[in-house]
């Protein structure tokens, strides 16, 4: 009996022991202005409110996809698994805690204040005990969530089930703001985009994010193996700190990537388009009529310039498509005596599908030097 049990067990320690974790993907930003640009989902459920899945798959996930950081924010006022799974409002970020530390990705406690509009649903994170927000006064939740020291931003503001025509500011909004309880605003949620709260958040000085609020499983609703991505809120830190990470949030150094664009202030997104593309000149290639420069995507997202109307007067008519990690020549033809007795040349070119605000045209500069 013993000798089988030594040999069964010698020959179970001899099988490769296999992963059931998958990989994480590759998921690069340059630094921006020295800082860090961490990906976050702020804004996520588990069967602990009405998500489908348990929390440690949501940092699971998370961790594939090559995010850094996540938020567990169940519902305060709605769950409707309670009779079966039944702990307590902190439950939740606990378990996903120890699964956040052993995969090395950050989890940050908060909860879904979760009522009718107005005001709707807003997001408490850095809470200390959600516990606490559980009281029949919405106002009183608010009061709590900031004694708590939480950041708070507004949910989905677009959301059609609360905001059937459009989405509206109304007195009670504007008495949070007013109030100091509205630190934030989803731009971007779940598989939609509201160009009007970009529209706030520049007027209002509101932080922007963009998040899944997944409740199902993220690779059902996002083909993360073809290099997509949830929404995501991009955040621009020095450390991967709490508090550093609490501090950039109130600071407002975010950005949003949501469906391939990529949304935000101008003082982040022109530091960040010039450290995703590298111009090397290519002095060998160029002529006395003709400039030519290499560009380089250093990041994971996929880059696509489109001539301007400046750039088309200086014959530079077609985009340059620029995938995740790719390069590409671009030409710039001298077309007369002043432009080739020039030593540099600047042209801006449009960043498809980067926005600053709802109208105008994103735009970065490329020089053209020998
Ligand atoms: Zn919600
Ligand atoms: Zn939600």
């Not at 020295?34 to 899945?53: P, Q, R």
């Not at 998040?211 to 997509?228: L, P, R, T, V």
């Not at 105008?360 to 020998?370: D, H, P, Y």
Request: charged share 20%.
């Amino acid at each position: 009996m013993y000798k089988s049990i030594v040999l069964t067990t010698l020959i179970l320690l001899s099988i490769p022991v296999i992963s059931q974790e998958g990989v994480r993907r590759s998921f690069f930003i340059p630094d921006v202005n020295g800082y860090h640009v961490l990906k976050a989902d702020l804004h996520t459920h588990s069967v602990f409110s009405d998500g489908m899945v348990w929390p440690s798959f949501r940092i699971e996930e998370a961790w594939s996809e090559g995010l850094d950081i996540i938020a567990i924010t169940e519902h305060i006022e709605y769950r409707p698994n309670k009779t079966d799974v039944n702990g307590d409002h902190n439950r939740s970020f606990d378990i996903a805690k120890e699964y956040a530390e052993k995969a090395g990705i950050m989890v940050i406690p908060g909860s879904e204040i979760t009522r009718r509009m107005p005001p709707g649903h807003f997001n408490a994170l850095f809470v200390t005990d959600a516990n606490k927000l559980d009281v029949p006064d919405w106002k009183e939740a608010f009061r709590e969530a900031k004694r708590q020291g939480a950041f708070i931003f507004w949910n989905h503001p677009g959301w059609k089930a609360q905001q059937p025509d459009s989405a509206q500011w109304m007195p009670e909004h504007q008495m949070l703001f007013d109030s100091g309880y509205m630190d934030g605003i989803e731009i971007a949620n779940y598989g939609e985009w509201y160009p009007s709260t970009l529209r706030w958040a520049l007027n209002k000085n509101l932080t922007m994010l963009g998040n899944s609020d997944i409740h199902g499983a993220i690779f059902q609703q996002y083909e993360i193996q073809k290099g997509k991505h949830r929404p995501i809120t991009l955040i621009f830190a020095n450390n991967n700190t709490t508090a550093e990470i609490q501090k950039a949030l109130m600071e407002k150094r975010t950005a949003v990537l949501f469906d391939g664009m990529v949304i935000g202030r101008k003082e982040w997104l022109n530091p960040m388009i010039t450290s995703i593309i590298d111009i090397t000149p290519c002095p060998s290639a160029s002529s006395s009529s003709e400039i030519k420069i290499l560009l380089e995507n250093r990041s994971d997202i996929d880059i696509v310039l489109q001539p301007t109307s400046q750039s088309i007067s200086n014959g530079i008519i077609y985009p340059v498509v620029l995938p995740a990690r790719s390069k590409a020549f671009l030409s710039l033809r001298l077309k007369n005596e002043n432009m080739k007795a020039a030593s540099s040349h600047t042209i801006k070119m449009a960043v498809e599908n980067w926005h600053t605000d709802e109208i105008s045209e994103f735009t970065m500069e490329l020089v053209f030097k020998r």
